[in-house]
């Protein structure tokens, strides 16, 4: 059941007024708790029951994982291992052994093997494996820690990792945030149930009229990369960060709003990141429930584990400083390359974890030099940059990440490269378009060069207008909202123009959810 379907809008209304019933008939919280596992449960079985399984041997491992370490605290390591190591066996086996059987066998093939040493799998991925996943173990390993105590109720733990809107796709929440409050009934309150909508029909617009127009561009020229001009791969590249965005931020929007709606708090996921002005400061904006997820349980594992000191210590010697300084690049080099598989498996998803891990090593190893620089030329004053300097870097890091995007967006290495190689004669294509417009005009100029044909990229000229009027529109929201949350800003709207735009909004929602052929589904679904 998609979050974009008219089902889960007929199913969501059904979930609060069951949710309030329970919470009005029975005083203790035990009846919503059953409810709401229940709710859940059939919201993923939706999909396919027969996953329901293998969630449910996730929650009991890592239930069962939390009471062992707390009863047997001179055993917990092993636990932990153990349930790391269950869960993870899970994850690889659906997501990530087809592609490790291709690459065995491919090296196989090129040594001269006349037989596949392994069979693929026919088994389909479990939507929201990764997520779901993630949060269970980031709970055994605050156990682990310390940090929290193991939960008692199964349901009640149940209910934390089933739970269903940010089930599939995140955030990807923490134990200390969300299993307390599902210890608590949530009475009926007008301000958060009206803003939980807000924010869901927010979410809805950008999936459903945002990210959902633009994917038929991306999709026909990413699908054609051979025929494909330079121009047009970089149009495809622009509307798909715009189209990942608008897609996987609005469906953080609609969990996190329909939550507020049931009196639940979810971690924000996203915050206005294409106005960061490095990458570092993007990856703290961008996904931000993963991102803290692996700096927390992985990257300062691996930075002050035992193995990573003696790895270092053989090529920087004693030294404290350099030690810990190579210690921090293997620990980022190893959660980079975590990060792009995660994303999916193959190895243009490991090429783009690689990019950005580069990326950021080069940032943290020049930002003092690069600093410096700016303080000489006056571009930085007490560690703030100023002036349109600042403007200049967002725009470089904005291209940075669209550089980043070929090798996500790109069905295969092969592709990407070859997209990154047509990029490189953007300069000459547009010169030489620039030259022939005089000759032909300067409509069909744009349309020769960005591929603006029904019949080549089965998007026209009005449907690119029409996509670079929704992008100003995403941007601009964006900006204005970048250091007040927009539905305050909006309150202060005058009501005629509050609830025409609430109307106006719904009705392109509606009217979009019933011309569409079939609901589109979320692109992080597929991890």
């Known amino acids: 059941m998609l979050f974009n379907s008219v089902a889960f809008w007929l199913f969501f209304p059904l979930v609060c007024l069951g949710y309030a019933v329970c919470s009005r008939l029975f005083r203790r919280n035990a009846a919503t708790r059953v409810f709401l596992l229940a709710v859940s449960l059939f919201f993923y079985a939706c999909w396919n029951p027969a996953y329901l399984s293998l969630i ?73 494996i990764s997520f779901y996943t993630f949060q269970a173990l980031g709970y055994s390993i605050d156990v682990y820690r310390g940090t929290v105590k193991a939960e008692r109720n199964f349901i009640t733990y149940a209910l934390f990792v089933t739970f269903f809107p940010q089930l599939v796709a995140g955030p990807i929440e923490r134990t200390e945030n969300l299993l307390p409050q599902f210890k608590s009934d949530n009475g009926f309150d007008y301000g958060r149930v009206t803003g939980g909508l807000k924010l869901a029909a927010w979410g ?116 404290r400083r350099k030690l ?59 560690g703030r940059v100023v002036g349109p300097w600042h403007v200049v870097q967002v725009l470089i890091t904005f291209a940075l990440v669209n550089i980043g995007y070929v090798f996500f967006r790109a069905d295969s290495m092969a592709d990407a490269c070859a997209a990154l190689s047509k990029l490189l004669l953007l300069p000459v294509e547009l010169a030489g378009g620039i030259a022939s417009a005089g000759g032909q005009g300067a409509v069909s100029a744009i349309r020769n060069l960005f591929m603006l044909q029904e019949g080549v990229s089965g998007f026209g000229f009005k449907l690119a207008l029409k996509a670079v009027l929704l992008c100003g529109i995403l ?52 991890f």
């Open 56 to 128: 449910l041997v996730s929650v009991c491992v890592t239930y069962c994982a939390g009471l062992a370490m707390e009863r047997h605290p001179d055993r917990k390591r092993l636990v932990l291992v153990l349930s790391l190591v269950g869960n993870l066996a899970i994850l690889f086996f659906f997501k990530y052994y087809n592609w490790f059987a291709d690459s065995v066998n491919a090296v196989a093939a090129r040594l001269g093997g006349g037989t596949k040493p392994l069979g693929l799998s026919s088994f389909a991925l479990p939507v929201g």
């Open 204 to 319: 809805m617009f950008m999936k459903v009229i945002v990210a959902d127009s633009l994917a038929p561009y991306v999709n026909g020229i990413y699908g054609n990369i051979g025929g494909a001009t330079a121009c047009s791969i970089a149009l495809a590249t622009f509307f798909f960060a715009v189209q990942v965005y608008a897609d996987f931020a609005g469906y953080s929007n609609i969990a996190i709003g329909c939550a507020e709606v049931l009196g639940f708090r979810l971690m924000k996921n996203f915050d206005h990141p294409y106005f960061s002005a490095s990458i570092p400061e993007f990856w703290r904006r961008w996904h931000i429930s993963l991102g803290s997820w692996f700096r927390d349980y992985l990257y300062y594992s691996v930075g002050f584990a035992s193995w990573n000191k003696k790895l270092c210590r053989i090529f920087c010697g004693d030294s």
């Open 324 to 382: 810990a300084k190579a210690s921090g690049y293997v620990a980022l080099a190893v959660v980079w390359l975590s990060t792009g598989l995660w994303h999916g498996a193959a190895w243009h998803f490991v090429a783009w974890g690689a990019v950005y891990g580069m990326y950021i090593m080069v940032s943290l190893a020049t930002e003092k030099a690069r600093s410096l620089l700016r303080q000489r030329l006056g571009l930085e004053k007490d």
């Open 475 to 526: 941007f601009a929201a964006s900006f204005v909202s970048r250091k007040e949350d927009g539905r305050k800003i909006f309150s202060r709207f005058p009501a005629p123009m509050r609830w025409l735009c609430y109307y106006a909004v719904s009705f392109a929602v509606v009217l979009s959810l019933l011309m569409s052929h079939g609901d589109v589904q979320f692109i992080y679904f597929q």
